[in-house]
Nanobody, 115 residues
Framework: QVQLVESGGGLVQPGGSLRLSCKVSGIIFGIYGVSWHRQAPGKQREPVAEITFERSINYADSVKGRFTISRDNAKNTVYLQMNNLEPEDTAVYYC?????????WGQGTQVTVSS
């Protein structure tokens, strides 16, 4: 059974930081591309950052310079370090693991940026 479990969300003030983690089990993590996505209320889910199995990285323009994605294959975990958070970053954040046409999603973790 494949499981992706996100953690690390919460309430933070503008300008603050959070580190999200996504623990993956049930797949050979090292050969999967993994990514973070987010969905704000009333909006479509959007990609935030991705890291391939070769560690090639891409970011959405809105988070470049503020967010950093990384992976630890020994721990089957992908991270998203989020700095200088803005109210517009408020959303449910999801991680995804993908290989070819197959993909798996986590249940999401809420991030709220508010003073």
């Amino acid at each position: 059974q494949v499981q992706l479990v996100e953690s690390g969300g919460g309430l933070v003030q503008p300008g603050g930081s959070l580190r999200l983690s996504c623990k993956v089990s049930g797949i050979i993590f090292g050969i999967y591309g993994v990514s973070w996505h987010r969905q704000a209320p009333g909006k479509q889910r959007e990609p935030v950052a991705e890291i391939t199995f070769e560690r090639s990285i891409n970011y959405a323009d809105s988070v470049k310079g503020r967010f950093t994605i990384s992976r630890d294959n020994a721990k089957n975990t992908v991270y998203l370090q989020m700095n200088n958070l803005e109210p517009e970053d408020t959303a449910v954040y999801y991680c995804k693991a993908a290989l070819g046409s197959g993909e798996y999603w986590g249940q999401g973790t809420q991030v709220t940026v508010s003073s």
